[in-house]
């Protein structure tokens, strides 16, 4: 067998949980540092040792592609990743608060009595009764077995806290703590090393060929320079949304033009636009959502196991106004209602243990730190009288086990009670975009006649209709790891 050439770049991307690439955004240059420099370096394969001929294309390298990459291996294939940026990882890195599941072995560990059912109803609700119900029900009835899969490679989630709309405690954390997002991305990519799966980065695939009706490979561009025809049997494509889209908010959101956005830079919609060329449509493209916590400048996500594991949101008046786990897009609408259409994550020491996340917000200098409330309320300039009797109140509400102002129930195990106190301030950020090409369970890409394209299969958030009008968090990892897993296992099934 020919020896791949191996070429380095960064690796700590995978170390900044939330962050915002720093390809054509601009970053700072502590940032530029992060992201070239650290212990262990990622290696991609040369481009120079991109064959003519695989099994099977997988375009896009973040969660959802790499799942589907690794998959396909199992099942025997032999499988080539394609992605345009210069480093892997995608969406997945930003991503900090878990991975909904239910019915696993985590949860019954800890006592957690829960269902597929409940799991589905939570889902179909915060969707607002919109959300593709076959899809649904594929993702939470895979999703245990999703978890023991990830498992199986040595990516452990076995700690749990819940997220917004969610009744019980499903959303799956890393064993150590850390953000999910640069925790798989690190472990998938490790396999990906592990099982030799040729994977090249700035490498821009541009359209999928087809012949005599059927997928037949991609067009790529090499390094801004050479455009190179691969072939394959089946292509896989899991290039993620259009967050990063200023053109496509505009159109389907205007709106929306002027909000920071959370998405990485390479998030710009190229898979939709490629499956369309070939017939393939489109669902809820209207369907944009907002994250309620985003941290302004530069934008970058306040994850929500913030909120999860205690934190509350107080305005500039010093007040809670909402209840912190609702919803996605009822927390955002709370927050648009404040003066100055913003407010503060507030939360403690206690908060910053339970979630490693928080490590980065001071690291990057998003939060301000007192020991105690009436200081913190000096720092970010509230009236501290007010603060405090928030504060009292919360606790209080927390040891009876009972919200009196805005019935919140769930994230409410521990007391803000242990110094220093933290704030951040947030307002709502464009985050995901739930619209994309049409699917069905087997993630064969489908036209508007509901006749699958032969070949073509996607996942992740490229694809459409799974999360309804409103996601609820956790379920994006849900969604790339279930189908990015069974793209791999179809593209085996269609090619033998």
Request: charged content about 25%.
């Amino acid at each position: 067998m020919k020896k791949i050439r191996v070429m380095t770049f960064f690796s700590a991307a995978l170390l900044l949980t939330s962050s915002m690439l720093g390809i054509a955004q601009g970053v700072s240059a502590a940032d530029k540092s992060d992201v070239t420099t650290s212990a262990s370096k990622t290696e991609y394969t040369s481009a120079k040792d991109l064959k003519k001929k695989y099994d099977v294309i997988i375009v896009g390298a973040g969660g959802a592609g790499m799942s589907a990459a690794l998959a396909a291996k199992q099942k025997g294939l032999k499988p080539v990743i394609l992605e345009k940026m210069p480093i892997a990882g995608g969406n997945t890195l930003k991503a900090s608060s878990g991975m909904n599941a239910s019915e696993t072995k985590v949860e019954k560990a800890n006592g957690i009595v829960d269902s597929n059912e409940q799991f589905y109803q939570e889902t179909l609700k915060g969707g607002h009764n919109k959300n593709d119900k076959a899809l649904l029900h594929y993702m939470v009835n895979h999703s245990a077995s999703a978890i023991d899969w990830l498992d199986s490679m040595g990516m452990k989630l076995d700690k749990l806290t819940i997220s917004g709309g969610m009744s019980v405690k499903r959303t799956h954390r890393p064993h150590d703590g850390s953000a999910v997002g640069q925790y798989l991305a690190t472990g998938l990519l490790r396999n990906i090393k592990k099982d030799k799966i040729p994977l090249i980065v700035n490498a821009d695939v541009t359209k999928i060929t087809e012949k005599d009706d059927q997928v037949s490979g991609v067009k790529v561009v090499i390094n801004q320079d050479k455009t190179k025809t691969v072939k394959a049997k089946a292509v896989i494509v899991t290039t993620g949304g259009y967050g990063a889209s200023k053109a496509m908010i505009k159109k389907y959101r205007p709106d929306l033009a002027k909000y920071v956005t959370t998405n990485a830079a390479g998030t710009t919609g190229d898979g939709i636009k490629m499956i369309r060329q070939l017939g393939g449509y489109t669902v809820d493209m209207k369907q944009i959502q907002i994250h309620p916590t985003v941290y302004q400048k530069p934008a970058y996500l306040i994850g929500e196991a913030t909120r999860g594991e205690g934190g509350i949101l107080v305005n500039k008046s010093g007040d809670r106004f909402t209840n912190e786990l609702n919803t996605r897009d009822k927390v955002s609408a709370a927050i648009n209602g404040q003066s100055g259409k913003m407010a503060y994550v507030v939360f403690d020491a206690g908060v910053k243990a339970r979630s490693a996340a928080v490590d980065q917000y001071i690291k990057k200098g998003f939060t301000k730190q007192a020991d105690t409330v009436e200081d913190l309320a000096k720092k970010i300039n509230v009236p501290a009288a007010e603060l405090q009797k928030t504060i009292t109140t919360w606790n209080q509400d927390v040891a009876a086990k009972k919200d009196s102002q805005f019935e919140r129930t769930t994230g409410m195990e521990h007391q803000l009670n242990q110094g220093p106190y933290y704030a951040i301030p947030i307002a709502p950020g464009i985050h995901y975009t739930m619209g994309g090409v049409k699917i069905n369970t087997k993630t064969q890409v489908l036209k508007k006649s509901g006749k699958a394209i032969p070949g073509l299969y996607a996942a992740g958030e490229v694809a459409g209709g799974l999360h309804g009008y409103n996601r609820i968090g956790g379920n994006s990892v849900a969604d790339i790891i279930i189908f990015g897993r069974q793209a791999g296992e179809q593209a085996a099934a269609y090619i033998k």
